[in-house]
C-alpha cells in the first residue's frame, strides 16, 4: 500500500511540474496569466485509490431445480435468497478528468461479492410422525470479478467538502466464483432428535457463471486534504444481464448430486468505498487544486 | 474519449446478447430427481423412453408394503424435464419388467398378478395413462417374466416356469396370444431357483435377464442347466442351441447388444470383476459351445465398477460416427459412460454422472436431438430411493466422446 502511494504522489509531482514549465513560458501578462489560469483550473486529471465492503443479494430471473417434487408444492423447496447479507471487498483504482463540475471517469476495481440462499426439504412418514427428517441447504456463493466502468460524476457545490452524485455503465469480467454449501440436519427416525452438521462442500464454481453489464449510480463526497482529496462514496449496482452461464447449469456433478441447480440471476451490490485523490497538474505552488 | 466510449460499447453489446436461457439450451442439458416426500417410499426407474412430444415415459418400480413383489410405478415427464405426472399402478400389477415395448404409437410393459403369477401385458399412453390391461393367454400365461424384446410388433418374452424349473422364451402378441414357446431347464434342485425368487423378489442380486434377436435366431441370458449362460435358439422342436456358457451365478454376461451378424457388444461379469468387450463374435450356429471366459470375449477389464455391475449398451452417433455406449455403476456411486468405436471396438471417451449422493443406472436411450437421456436411481439424503434423469446435449457428448 505504502509502495502504491508513494508511486502515485511521483506520478502526481512530475506531471504537476511539467504543466507548470508550460505555463510560465505561456505567461506575458498579469491579465492573461490570470485569464489563463481559470480556463486551466476548470479541468483536471485525477488518479486515486479506493477501497471497501459491498454487500451483495442475487434477484432471480428464472428458477432453475434439480429436486423436482412428484407429490408436494415445488415451492417448499424453492431457494430463498438472503438481501445484502453477507459482506464482500473491493478495491479501486480511479482515473478522472474533471471539467466545470463534471467528472468523466473510470474506476477499474475487483470486486468480491458474496450472495447467500437455502433451501429446506422435509420427507415424512404419514402414518408414523416419528420418521421424518428435514435438511437444510445452505448455500454461499462468492463471484470475483474485474469491474470496467464508465462514470459520470457531479461536484454539487465547490466547497472544501464537495458532495457529489455520480452515474454509470459497467462491464464485469468473470475472475473466479466458488461456492459453499452446508447441509444441516434433523434425523427423527434414528429413536430420537439428531442432528447432524455436515462438512461444508467448497466446490469452485466459475463454469456456473459469466461475464455481464450493468448500471450503477451512487452519492459520495470528497475532502481536501492538503493537496490531494479524500473521498468516500456509496454506490448501488444492478446488473442488466444474466450472470449465469445457462450453458453449464447442471455441469457440476458435486452441486447436481445434492440437488442445487444454478437459477439465472441478477446481481445488485451496495458499495462504500473510501480512498485518495491526487491532482495530476498544479498551476503554482501557491495555487490548489481545489481552487475555482 | 471517442475511442474509449466505443470499446465500452462494443464489449456491453457482446455482454448483453451473451447468454440469456432459451428453451433449447434447456431442453439440451438437465438433471433432475424426482421426489415424493413420503419417508417410506421407494421408487426405481426399469426404463425409459422419449415419446413424440419429446418428453420421457419413464416405467418404474415401487416398494408395496403388501406384497413381496414390487409394485408399478410409471412416470411422464415434459421435454425439460420438468414432472408432468405420474402413476401408482394399483397392487394388481406387480413385478414390472422392461424394456418399454413400442408399438404403434403405445408402449407395453409384462407384469403379473400377485396371487397366481398370471402374466399380463400392460398398455400404456404416451401420457403414462395404462390404456389395457390384457391378460396373456396360451404357454406365456403363468410365470414370472424376466426379461422382453420388442419383434416386429410381437413380443419375446422371457420367464421363469417354477412348475417345470425351466427358463422359457415365448412369443407373445400384442393381443397377449402366445404363438410359440420353448423351455429351457435350468436344473434339477432348488438352487438356482432360490436365487430366480430372490432376484424377483429384490431381496438379493439382481440377475442381467435379457431376451433379444440377432442372426436369424433368438437369444436370452438366463439360467440354463445351472449356469448363467448366453443361449441362441429358434423355436422349431428339434433345434440345437448355441450356448455361450458362464459359470453357476458367478459368471456370464451383464448385456449383450446385436450389431451385425454375429458381432455384438457385450459385458460380462467374473466372480464379482466387469469387463467391456465392444467387439465380441459369439458362435450362434446350432449346437455351438463356447465359454464366456474364452479368449476372444476377453474385452476390457473395469476395476472402477461395482461388483458384478449393472451394464446398460446402446448405438448412437456422435460427431458423426457410430459408437457403442456403456453405462455402468462405479464403486465410487458414479453412474460412467464409456464411447467405443463401433466399427474397431476402440475406446474414444468417458463420461461419469453424478456426485454427493449414491448413482446408479437402470436405463439410456438416445433422444430426437442428437443428445442422450441417462436415467437410474439416486438416494436422496444418501437414503430416500427416487428417480433421476441426466439429459446430456448432442454438443456435449461430441466433446466426451470424440
Known sequence: MRKIYLVLLLVSVALGAQAQGKKRAAAFNANKQKANANQFIEQQWWLGFKAGINMAQADPIKRYTILTPTNYSSSLVEKKYDAFKEIGIQTTVEISYYYKGFYFSTQPSYISSTFTYSNQLQWVNATNVNEQLTQTYKQTQKVEYADLPFIIKYDITGSKLRPFVQVGIFYSLLLNAVKTVEVSSIDQATGGTNTINSEPLIVGAKDLFSSYWGLMGGIGASYQFGNVRLVLDATYRQSMSNIANPQNRFINDRLSGIGDAQDDLNLKNITISAGVLFPMRYLSSSFKSNDR | ?402
Do not use: W
Open chain 2, 1 to 402: 474519449m471517442k475511442t474509449y466510449i466505443q470499446l465500452f460499447t462494443l464489449i456491453f453489446l457482446a455482454a448483453s446478447c451473451a447468454k440469456d436461457a432459451d428453451l433449447a439450451t434447456d431442453q439440451a442439458n438437465f438433471t433432475r430427481i424426482y421426489d415424493s416426500n413420503k419417508f417410506d417410499a421407494s421408487y426405481y426407474p426399469i426404463d425409459i423412453k422419449q415419446t413424440p412430444d419429446e418428453g420421457f415415459l419413464i416405467l418404474g418400480g415401487r416398494r408395496l408394503t403388501d406384497s413381496n413383489l414390487s409394485g408399478t410405478y410409471l412416470m411422464k415427464i415434459d421435454k425439460l424435464g420438468a414432472y408432468v405426472s405420474d402413476l401408482e399402478v394399483p397392487t394388481d400389477k406387480v413385478g414390472p419388467i422392461g424394456p418399454l415395448l413400442e408399438t404403434n404409437g403405445k408402449y407395453y410393459f409384462f407384469s403379473m398378478t400377485p396371487v397366481g403369477l398370471n402374466i399380463q401385458l400392460c398398455e400404456v399412453d404416451a401420457n403414462g395413462g395404462i390404456s389395457k390391461t390384457i391378460a396373456v393367454v396360451g404357454d406365456a400365461a403363468i410365470g414370472y417374466p424376466a426379461a422382453a424384446f420388442n419383434d416386429n410388433g410381437n413380443f419375446l418374452l422371457l420367464r421363469y416356469d417354477n412348475l417345470k424349473k425351466e427358463s422359457v422364451v415365448d412369443l407373445v402378441s400384442t393381443a397377449g396370444v402366445t404363438t410359440n414357446s420353448k423351455g429351457f431347464s435350468i436344473g434339477a434342485g432348488d438352487g438356482v431357483e432360490a436365487q430366480f425368487i430372490t432376484h424377483f423378489t429384490r431381496t438379493g442380486r439382481q440377475f442381467p435377464f435379457q431376451v433379444g434377436k440377432a442372426a436369424g435366431k433368438y437369444f436370452f441370458n438366463g439360467f440354463y442347466q445351472y449356469n448363467f449362460s448366453l443361449v441362441f435358439a429358434d423355436f422349431a422342436d428339434n433345434s440345437k442351441p448355441a450356448i455361450v456358457f458362464g459359470q453357476a451365478a458367478n459368471g456370464g454376461f451383464s448385456s449383450i447388444v446385436p450389431l451385425d451378424g454375429t458381432k455384438f457388444a457385450a459385458s460380462r461379469f467374473n466372480s464379482g470383476d466387469n469387463y467391456l468387450v465392444p467387439n465380441a463374435i459369439f458362435k450362434t450356429g446350432a449346437d455351438n459351445k463356447s465359454n464366456f471366459t474364452d479368449e476372444d470375449l476377453a474385452g476390457n477389464y473395469l476395476p472402477e465398477l461395482s461388483p458384478n455391475a449393472t451394464v446398460r449398451i446402446i448405438s448412437a452417433t456422435v460427431n458423426g460416427k457410430d459408437i457403442i455406449l456403456y453405462g455402468s455403476n462405479t464403486r465410487s456411486k458414479q453412474i460412467s459412460l464409456y464411447g467405443y468405436d463401433k466399427a474397431t471396438g476402440k475406446f474414444i471417451g468417458s463420461r461419469y454422472l453424478g456426485f454427493s449422493n449414491p448413482f446408479e443406472i437402470a436405463a439410456m436411450t438416445t433422444t430426437k436431438d442428437g443428445g442422450l437421456a441417462v436415467c437410474g436411481t439416486t438416494y436422496v439424503a444418501g437414503r430416500f430411493p427416487r428417480i433421476c434423469l441426466f439429459k446430456i446435449s448432442k454438443d456435449e457428448l461430441a466433446k466426451s466422446f470424440k
